[in-house]
């Protein structure tokens, strides 16, 4: 006798509790995390190199307000994530004159990269990694501290093929470790590196952490341990995280980090500011 399905009311219920699972697996941590926040100091020191990772979305909700954080930002180097041909038609019009190096990456609806920059910069490397959905982007620049190498990312979302699933959120930290050991050894050693952009995971998670072991340290935890930089609409609440990060070697010393409260994309902006 073949086997009947569940009545629609046991499978209804117990995808309702996937996702409620879910939600308080993404929640929880936020929710008993400890939290500090550092005041932006009043003064800066001069020079000082100020790089921005922003994730766009690729569905432009906001474009003028995103044009106007990147003007606001003050930011030599702002490396975009989910910028696509729209992005490109709209935003390098306007910001040629401020960013006069400006280039685009297009990899489908949400896979684009961009990098806008007040200095020379040249690519060096672009691969998508085995396991990844999207590349990482490696791009060289010649700054008034000498040269620089950026990592911009932005790793596999912590879906699957048939959408969000609680298996894939919990693979995902693992996923995300592999994509940055792939990465990784594309850098050029020696040179002051920046690694920055989506990593769809917390601060603690496997990607970071990894990378922390390199002796690399994470911008934003070092000031704010508190503000997400992810959110996105979720029944009668909103889904948080901190996904967006600025990790740096020891070439240069790190004076602030900071998410700026920008409400442009389901992604805010993540900088940081620098000098040797």
Not at 198 to 206: A, G, Y
Request: charged letters at 15%; glycine letters at 4%.
């Amino acid at each position: 006798m073949a086997n009947k399905k569940p009545p629609f009311h046991h499978r209804l219920l117990k995808h309702i509790a996937k996702i409620i699972l879910l939600f308080f697996i993404i929640c929880i941590p936020s929710l008993i995390s400890c939290c500090h926040n550092v005041p932006r100091p009043q003064t800066l020191p001069d020079p000082s190199l100020q790089i921005m990772t922003f994730n766009v979305n690729w569905g432009m909700p906001a474009p003028e307000k995103v044009y106007q954080t990147m003007v606001d930002s003050k930011a030599q180097i702002i490396c975009l994530q989910e910028s696509n041909l729209n992005w490109e038609l709209f935003l390098s019009p306007r910001l040629r004159e401020l960013y006069p190096y400006i280039q685009f990456r297009h990899a489908g609806a949400a896979g684009g990269m961009a990098v806008f920059s007040k200095y020379p910069f040249e690519e060096i490397s672009f691969q998508r990694p085995s396991m990844g959905w999207f590349g990482g982007w490696i791009t060289h620049y010649q700054t008034p501290f000498g040269l620089i190498q950026v990592l911009n990312v932005h790793l596999k979302p912590p879906v699957g093929e048939q959408g969000v699933s609680v298996s894939a959120y919990l693979e995902a930290p693992t996923i995300h470790r592999q994509e940055i050991q792939e990465l990784h050894p594309l850098l050029t050693p020696g040179i002051p590196t920046f690694i920055v952009g989506d990593f769809n995971e917390e601060d603690d998670d496997k990607a970071v952490a990894w990378l922390e072991k390199q002796s690399y340290k994470n911008s934003l935890s070092q000031f704010n341990t508190c503000t997400h930089t992810w959110e996105w609409p979720f029944w009668f609440t909103k889904l948080k995280g901190r996904y967006d990060h600025i990790l740096h070697n020891q070439h240069f010393r790190l004076v602030y980090a900071e998410v700026l409260p920008v409400k442009a994309s389901d992604h805010f902006p993540v900088i940081a500011i620098f000098f040797k």
